[in-house]
């Protein structure tokens, strides 16, 4: 194996104190960039993939363990690397001259040498004649092209990517990624190692030499193998086909980890599983599952997830949380990457509103945790009313503030949907109406 | 549309509270026991009084002293707002407590500063009016140095993340962050406070360039002392051509200063595609577009900042490779940190237990008239609201109306008010109305324009098809104004009242309590005793009221408005 450029030892990252209700954001994590390869890490949103590009690159320091640079632990940002943006971040009021030459200005380059260098690059990547334009007269592409020239003009030795074409079109990242790739094999990229990080996986399997699998809460390392694939990569072949399943399969059975297929042969790393959590709430609204499930009854009660979102034109990252919440609902289950509806299912598509809702209110009572607990609480207390403070502390010691928020936001919303309570947005209070309060469910029935 | 920083004018979320609102509170006392002390030390010199002159031919001088005043406050206030919100923003340690004096100093009335600064500087140059020029300047920096530093603070702490990133991965040394990141992300905030600020500004030179402190007479030659002279002599013609040359003088400013700045701002805005037209000037046009201009900047700014540049990140890199600084240093910064709070504390106990002279009486009377001020506020509050509601919305409502009336209006809200109160106070003898109701009406003069602005704006932001659908399903007059028009424009009038009423605070110094023709007019309020005390010299008296009108304006603002403030930017808030 050729040299490690950047290694990271047992980094971690937590927040809250050292021992007891801390949140673990990335589990202890041993990873190496290598000399000359394309590392794409991939990952649902939220797995902490960002937050460990931002570790490797020094912008945040690993609450534990150590981040090494040709062996030498790094204090502060890490020299020589270089960031292309998902937001391009590049400075409106300067001119794409003046962004590019920004970082040699940073380092004491001279002006005359500054300007050449900036061309060249600017030349490099398709920019020639947009040096005196502002960014907000580019289109997002050439925008992004801005900031692949800022990153080389340093000659970083290694390239960093977080996300770099998830804000643009389908076409222009395709282009984009293109000519990415050309300009690593023609050698004509002044970088010699590439760390990408992405949630989209056939992007992964066309760019990337080795790819990282993260799995979420807290982010550990689901698989790590290397891709033999020949370039350049069609996406009809077999080899990516199977490659593209198998990552979809890591991904949508957190708790297994499957077999890697025998064609792009290699070594599987990690296979850790995380202790009991509190379950989550997938963040998905009650009328996306329904429609999830309508859909699904079209296609005769099953299909493979990752083709239907492929058609419906969905960001797998975007429909996962809707299958989540359906499977735990008990609308359907998924094995082996499809999603199959379960009678109970079948039920809820084919009702009517009102049905639906009373059928979303026994599933929801009987298997989601959290509403439950709500109810309960709720119906312990004699007013029938509590501040949502009380459940936001309560979430707080198992997720970081802003997952705590998102999860009571998911789970008022389903509340109110399927009308076992209801939620007062001005004075902060989760109450249940007098009408329900009656007809709902006395709390025997409610307790598992 | 909002304005940007303007609604930012109350902090919603501050670590320690309590404790640091006393340690503000404390350095505040100190501040005002040095002024007070320095001011009785001093009190022996004599200065001179300009005699102001009534003719129209002496206008134009006049003109031009308000002018280099104002220019030179704002100059130091700019430069202090970027210094001290940039120190905030960076100091990890000092940050709270920074942000919580601007707070405070914010709300506190400038005015009755006058008597100390003025002694104090009078004294320090004792050689004619330099000590007197310097004091109004000073004033003039406080009344306007504290918002255009909470907006530069503010935009430096919502830099986006991945700009401050890009910063510190391509290694940017401080002087280039600050230079290509952080001043141009600050700039139109700062643009658009500057000129509340300036306006502010003008408000306070028209008091101060003319008022009495015991048996002394302070003049400055300006606009401001025209235009009491003017009044005081009852000379009608004089009153004009005094606020013809005042509006004249704004008019040209915000020509030759404030458009071209908010036009060369434009490319500042922080938008990946361009929105609206951007604004224009032919002033800018003039500027950017000239060649010896260009030439200048070529030969000299263009190469210095180059040279700068190289200097500054070869220094940078050095300093990258030297150690942290010493434990024994930061020890000795807490132990320097700890020996100012214990200085602050004994100043600020010095500065209560000089209250103790005053009297019961006086501290009664002291009450009382903070009691009726407070009416006297709300009052004027209220009167502002009760017509700019209807007229804003209406406004707001109709773009053919809102042509025809917007010059009209902001020239009317560009004469500061403390320029128009002799007049107003001329007309109000005259028609034999006491000060009592009239310092009200004072009041409102000076406070209505934020008011108005702000629900004009707010009547524009509902969105036309909310006004549809209360068209569509025939709302009745009530219900329209009950379910949209109250609830659209509901933040944009909090925002408004919230600085009306500072405004309506600071105005009541010199509204309730006058000098007209060698009479003292004068009623029952807190201004009026602040301005009396300044009067008798009766310095004690001075800083207790100051201290009660400051406690006042900070306590409203905590009980008040900041809770209807939250309200409004949550569940009144249109966008989501």
């Given at each position: 194996m050729s040299e490690v450029i950047i290694e990271a030892r047992?980094?971690?990252?937590?927040?809250?104190?050292?021992?007891?209700?801390?949140?673990?954001?990335?589990?202890?994590?041993?990873?190496?960039?290598?000399?000359?390869?394309?590392?794409?890490?991939?990952?649902?949103?939220?797995?902490?993939?960002?937050?460990?590009?931002?570790?490797?690159?020094?912008?945040?320091?690993?609450?534990?363990?150590?981040?090494?640079?040709?062996?030498?632990?790094?204090?502060?940002?890490?020299?020589?690397?270089?960031?292309?943006?998902?937001?391009?971040?590049?400075?409106?009021?300067?001119?794409?001259?003046?962004?590019?030459?920004?970082?040699?200005?940073?380092?004491?380059?001279?002006?005359?040498?500054?300007t050449k260098r900036s061309l060249r690059i600017l030349d490099t990547v398709g920019l020639d004649g947009f040096e005196s334009a502002y960014p907000k007269e580019l289109s997002g592409g050439m925008r992004q092209r801005v900031g692949f020239a800022r990153a080389l003009v340093v000659e970083p030795e290694v390239l960093f990517m977080d996300e770099p074409f998830s804000a643009l079109d389908v076409l222009t990242a395709e282009n984009l990624r293109g000519e990415l790739l050309e300009l690593w094999q023609n050698q004509r990229m002044p970088t010699r190692a590439v760390f990408l990080v992405t949630h989209n996986i056939e992007e992964a399997v066309l760019l990337a030499d080795r790819i990282i699998v993260l799995g979420k809460n807290p982010a550990k390392i689901r698989t790590d193998f290397r891709l033999n694939l020949p370039r350049p990569r069609d996406r009809k072949e077999p080899g990516f086909v199977q490659t593209v399943d198998y990552i979809y399969r890591v991904l949508t059975q957190p708790d297994a980890a499957p077999a890697l297929p025998a064609e792009p042969e290699l070594e599987a790393a990690t296979k850790r599983s995380g202790p009991a959590k509190y379950p989550m709430l997938p963040h998905a609204r009650p009328g996306g599952i329904a429609g999830l499930l309508e859909i699904?009854?079209?296609?005769?009660?099953?299909?493979?997830?990752?083709?239907?979102?492929?058609?419906?034109?969905?960001?797998?990252?975007?429909?996962?949380?809707?299958?989540?919440?359906?499977?735990?609902?008990?609308?359907?289950?998924?094995?082996?990457?499809?999603?199959?509806?379960?009678?109970?299912?079948?039920?809820?598509?084919?009702?009517?509103?009102?049905?639906?809702?009373?059928?979303?209110?026994?599933?929801?009572?009987?298997?989601?945790?959290?509403?439950?607990?709500?109810?309960?609480?709720?119906?312990?207390?004699?007013?029938?009313?509590?501040?949502?403070?009380?459940?936001?502390?309560?979430?707080?010691?198992?997720?970081?503030?802003?997952?705590?928020?998102?999860?009571?936001?998911?789970?008022?919303?389903?509340?109110?949907?399927?009308?076992?309570?209801?939620?007062?947005?001005?004075?902060?209070?989760?109450?249940?109406?007098?009408?329900?309060?009656?007809?709902?469910?006395?709390?025997?029935?409610?307790?598992? | 549309m909002r304005r940007p920083g303007l609604a930012r004018a109350l902090i919603l979320e501050r670590t320690w509270p309590l404790l640091l609102d006393a340690l503000v509170g404390c350095a505040v006392l100190a501040a005002a026991y040095g002024m007070v002390a320095t001011a009785r030390y001093w009190l022996g010199t004599v200065t001179p009084a300009v005699e102001i002159a009534r003719s129209p031919r002496a206008l134009p001088a006049y003109a031009f002293y308000s002018v280099v005043r104002i220019a030179v406050a704002y100059v130091l206030s700019l430069v202090f707002a970027v210094a001290y919100g940039y120190a905030a923003a960076h100091s990890r340690r000092m940050e709270s407590l920074m942000v919580a004096a601007l707070d405070i100093l914010q709300s506190i009335p400038v005015l009755s500063f006058l008597p100390g600064v003025m002694l104090a500087m009078v004294s320090l140059f004792p050689t004619r009016q330099l000590g007197v020029e310097f004091g109004s300047i000073l004033l003039i920096f406080t009344g306007q140095v504290w918002n255009m530093a909470f907006s530069f603070y503010a935009s430096l702490k919502a830099i986006p993340r991945e700009l401050r990133e890009a910063a510190v991965i391509y290694r940017f040394p401080r002087w280039q962050r600050f230079l290509d990141l952080e001043l141009p992300y600050g700039a139109i905030g700062l643009v658009w406070n500057s000129m509340v600020s300036v306006a502010g500004g003008w408000f306070f030179l028209m008091a101060c360039e003319m008022f009495v402190l015991g048996k002394r007479d302070f003049r400055l030659p300006g606009l401001g002392s025209y235009l009491q002279r003017a009044a005081g002599a009852g000379d009608t013609a004089a009153i004009f051509w005094g606020l013809g040359a005042m509006i004249g003088v704004i008019v040209l400013m915000d020509q030759l200063v404030w458009r071209p700045a908010i036009a060369w701002a434009d490319k500042f805005k922080f938008e990946q595609v361009e929105s609206a037209p951007p604004p224009r000037s032919p002033i800018l046009h003039l500027l950017r577009n000239s060649r010896a201009l260009a030439k200048l900047r070529q030969s000299t700014i263009a190469p210095l900042s180059e040279r700068l540049g190289l200097y500054f990140s070869r220094r940078a890199a050095h300093i990258r490779a030297q150690a942290p600084p010493a434990r024994w240093k930061r020890v000795l910064a807490g132990l320097a940190a700890a020996a100012v709070v214990a200085a602050l504390a004994y100043a600020a106990f010095l500065t209560l237990a000089s209250l103790k002279g005053i009297g019961r009486e006086e501290m009664l009377g002291t009450l009382a008239g903070a009691g009726t001020t407070f009416l006297r506020v709300n009052a004027a509050l209220l009167l502002a609201a009760a017509?700019?509601?209807?007229?804003?919305?209406?406004?707001?409502?109709?773009?053919?109306?809102?042509?025809?009336?917007?010059?009209?209006?902001q020239i009317a809200a560009s004469v500061p008010a403390t320029a128009l109160f002799p007049v107003v106070l001329l007309g109000l003898i005259r028609l034999g109305g006491g000060l009592g109701a009239g310092s009200v009406l004072l009041m409102l003069l000076g406070t209505q324009w934020y008011v108005l602005f702000n629900v004009i704006a707010g009547a524009m932001a509902i969105p036309s098809d909310l006004r549809e659908v209360a068209g569509v399903f025939r709302f009745s007059r009530v219900d329209r104004w009950k379910i949209v028009i109250l609830p659209g424009i509901f933040p944009y009038l909090i925002t408004g009242l919230v600085t009306a009423s500072g405004g309506a605070w600071n105005a009541s110094i010199v509204a309730e309590y006058f000098h007209f023709k060698g009479r003292i007019l004068s009623t029952l309020g807190l201004g009026a005793q602040i301005s009396h005390a300044t009067d008798s010299g009766n310095l004690d008296l001075l800083l207790l009221s100051t201290i009660v009108m400051a406690a006042m304006v900070v306590s409203v603002n905590r009980l008040v408005w900041r809770p209807l403030y939250r309200l409004s930017e949550t569940r009144f808030r249109l966008e989501s």
């Open positions: 047992q980094i971690q990252k937590f927040y809250g104190p050292p021992d007891g209700a801390r949140i673990q954001v990335i589990a202890p994590t041993d990873l190496g960039i290598y000399a000359g390869e394309i590392l794409a890490v991939l990952g649902p949103s939220g797995s902490g993939k960002s937050t460990l590009l931002r570790i490797l690159t020094g912008l945040s320091t690993p609450s534990a363990g150590e981040v090494l640079r040709h062996g030498q632990p790094i204090d502060g940002p890490c020299p020589d690397v270089s960031i292309v943006f998902q937001s391009f971040a590049l400075f409106p009021w300067l001119t794409v001259l003046q962004n590019v030459e920004a970082p040699l200005k940073a380092r004491g380059v001279r002006a005359i040498e500054r699904l009854l079209d296609r005769n009660g099953r299909d493979d997830i990752y083709h239907l979102a492929d058609e419906l034109a969905f960001e797998i990252d975007d429909m996962l949380p809707t299958v989540e919440a359906a499977a735990l609902l008990g609308f359907l289950t998924v094995a082996e990457g499809d999603a199959e509806i379960t009678p109970e299912g079948r039920a809820f598509a084919e009702a009517d509103i009102l049905a639906r809702k009373e059928l979303f209110r026994k599933a929801a009572l009987e298997r989601v945790a959290l509403l439950r607990q709500i109810t309960r609480s709720l119906v312990a207390k004699f007013d029938r009313t509590l501040p949502a403070e009380f459940f936001q502390d309560l979430l707080e010691e198992h997720f970081s503030e802003e997952e705590a928020q998102r999860q009571l936001e998911t789970a008022i919303n389903w509340g109110r949907y399927a009308e076992i309570f209801d939620y007062d947005a001005g004075g902060k209070r989760f109450f249940i109406p007098e009408e329900v309060a009656s007809s709902a469910p006395p709390t025997e029935a409610v307790s598992p | 017509w700019t509601v209807p007229a804003g919305v209406a406004i707001g409502f109709h773009p053919r109306l809102a042509r025809i009336a917007q010059p009209f209006v």
